[in-house]
């Protein structure tokens, strides 16, 4: 069962707020203490699924789940909040709009066993800013491996486990990407070196295991809160970028016409979001996105997937071959194939698929099997066929947001002259109406909201 969407989703969260005897206790210092809350998110992480496959074989997509943890109070003293929601430093971009991301674990569920397949720390792995900001990460936060330790055997209490097995060093080292440069140092330092200091552990076969019973008492209990989250009445504006791409076998006159105009549509309307301060989620074509890329994302803008070539099949590959980050993926003409099942697309590390309502039978976002699935309520096809008017679609389109709490439609740039020379007016109205967010952001929402 998975949370509704609505306005007044709340999340749920562990928190250790302050210094406690039970610390010093568990082995910890007190001067490397940082309060600090982590969220139990039903997501498969980064690479994740392939990890898990190659470590022990045939998995459940299902019975993967992510630990977040974060800073209690971001930004901290002498750190820049800036710093803290910078996708560059944060490579895995697992901050969930929020400040004060520090690690993450992920999480396999086998039976009364917790694997602990991964635990990394973008913050302190990445920071390379010479000066002061450098100095305090390193210092504030350098227990992070002790503390994503503690998260790790919290999850296993909760549920009653009774084995945690953590991958070693040697294990990590050899499933990780050899063209990241991975330093034995490091990993053995928070594979191996974090885990003999805090639990009685033995190893076998690649892991540590650590039965709960046994380190209870190196085990400091979280307490359990709630968050608010903020999801007013919402509104998407969305666009799928791919010049004639969808019309080179159907109508190749059009498809002529679409690659000649769109790309000075596209500047068009990048120049209208900025002057009257709109976010969108460009959804691209993986074939155009290197050449566009930068002045979409110069504005704030969201970048997800609209496959590949605009081709049905063999597209996810082809996208993770332009980038690894990117987290959406809206597939052309709202056709979901077979390669869009859950498996294939957390396989793919993607987070969240957006398709038209009517391909996916709802009418807001839901989680389902760790892929956030988000709705497109109608687009611009109507205006480019006739069916339409402008006006008679901006009635239509304006309507479905006082009506509705979630909206999400599309425009295309190959059919930007049917909508942007009133474009402006029409933003300013969408604007007035609803709470105006990316896809990223609604997703990472859906996903804080299903916490356990």
Not at 78 to 96: A, N, Y
Not at 275 to 300: F, H, M, P
Request: with cysteine; aromatic share 12%.
């Amino acid at each position: 069962m998975t949370a509704k969407w609505s306005p007044w989703m709340t999340a749920k969260f562990r928190e250790l707020p302050q210094w406690a005897p039970q610390f010093a206790a568990a082995g910890f210092e007190r001067n490397y203490f940082l309060p600090h809350r982590f969220y139990f998110l039903p997501q498969c992480g980064l690479d994740s699924y392939k990890l898990a496959q190659q470590m022990f074989g045939p998995v459940e997509v299902g019975n993967f789940w992510q630990v977040v943890l974060f800073a209690a109070n971001p930004p901290r003293k002498g750190i820049s909040g800036e710093l803290l929601l910078d996708d560059d430093l944060t490579w895995h971009r697992q901050q969930f709009n929020r400040a004060g991301q520090i690690a993450t674990a992920t999480l396999y569920v086998d039976g009364d066993t917790v694997y602990a397949t991964a635990r990394h720390s973008d913050l302190m792995q990445r920071i390379s800013r010479p000066g002061e900001s450098e100095t305090r990460v390193e210092k504030m936060f350098q227990e992070w491996h002790r503390l994503i330790l503690n998260c790790i055997a919290n999850f296993a209490v909760e549920r009653g486990l009774e084995r945690i097995c953590i991958a070693t060093a040697a294990i990590s080292m050899e499933q990780s990407d050899r063209e990241r440069f991975p330093q034995p140092e490091l990993f053995a330092r928070v594979y191996d070196g974090a885990v003999k200091d805090h639990f009685q552990a033995h190893q076998r076969g690649g892991w540590w295991e650590v039965e709960v019973a046994r380190n209870r008492s190196a085990i400091v209990p979280a307490r359990i809160s709630f968050e608010q989250i903020e999801a007013p009445k919402t509104v998407c504006i969305c666009h799928d970028i791919e010049r004639g791409a969808g019309h080179r076998a159907s109508n190749p006159n059009w498809a002529a016409i679409a690659e000649r105009e769109a790309p000075a549509a596209l500047d068009a309307m990048l120049a209208l979001e900025r002057a009257v301060g709109v976010r969108a989620t460009y959804n691209v074509l993986g074939s155009l996105l290197d050449e566009i890329r930068e002045k979409i994302q110069r504005d704030g803008h969201c970048v997800g997937f609209h496959s590949y070539d605009h081709r049905a099949e063999q597209q996810l590959a082809q996208c993770r071959r332009v980038d690894y980050r990117i987290k959406g993926y809206r597939p052309p003409n709202s056709t979901i194939t077979p390669e869009l099942s859950e498996n294939e697309l957390c396989w793919h590390n993607f987070e969240w698929l957006a398709s038209g309502s009517s391909s996916l039978g709802f009418h807001e976002p839901r989680l389902e099997n760790r892929v956030v699935k988000i709705p497109i309520s109608f687009d611009d096809f109507d205006l480019f066929c006739g069916r339409q008017s402008f006006e008679e679609w901006r009635r239509m389109a304006t309507d479905k947001m006082r009506r509705y709490d979630f909206v999400v439609f599309s425009l295309h740039d190959c059919y930007a002259r049917y909508w942007l020379p009133e474009y402006e007016s029409f933003l300013r109205e969408v604007a007035s109406l609803g709470n105006l967010r990316t896809l990223d952001e609604v997703a990472a929402d859906v996903f804080l909201a299903n916490a356990a």
